[in-house]
């Protein structure tokens, strides 16, 4: 599966933004789909994820991002309202073999898209 990652964008402090990850290849109802960010010198970390029976969030992003599939248009999106500075980072969207555990380690995905840039002024 491919996955093309887009949405990002500068917007600021308190306000939201869709991010896209389009699938080719694969249908993302068929997988383990999540979303990791990466901040200027820090390690890639888990933000969001989601399978065909449940999702799960960062203790950070729970109650501000929501992550959704759209099977007909092959996408999963992650909608973040109430952003913060400290959210500023470049999006990346992957996925992994199916589970019904949802998985948070980068090295659990093994397909990735490029990432988008989230920028959040205060």
């Known amino acids: 599966v491919q996955l093309q990652a887009s949405g990002g964008g500068l917007v600021q402090a308190g306000g939201s933004l869709r991010l896209s990850c389009a699938a080719s290849g694969g249908n993302v109802d068929m997988y383990n789909v999540g979303w990791f960010r990466q901040a200027p010198g820090k390690e890639r970390k888990f933000v969001a994820a989601?399978?065909?029976?449940?999702?799960d969030y960062a203790d950070s992003v729970k109650g501000r991002f929501t992550i959704s599939r759209d099977t007909a248009k092959n996408t999963v999106y992650l909608y973040m309202d109430y952003l913060k500075p400290g959210d500023t980072a470049v999006y990346y969207c992957a996925a992994a073999d199916p589970s019904w555990l949802l998985k948070s380690r980068p090295n659990e995905y093994g397909y990735w898209g490029q990432g988008t840039l989230v920028t959040v002024s205060s």
């Open positions: 989601i399978n065909w029976s449940t999702a």
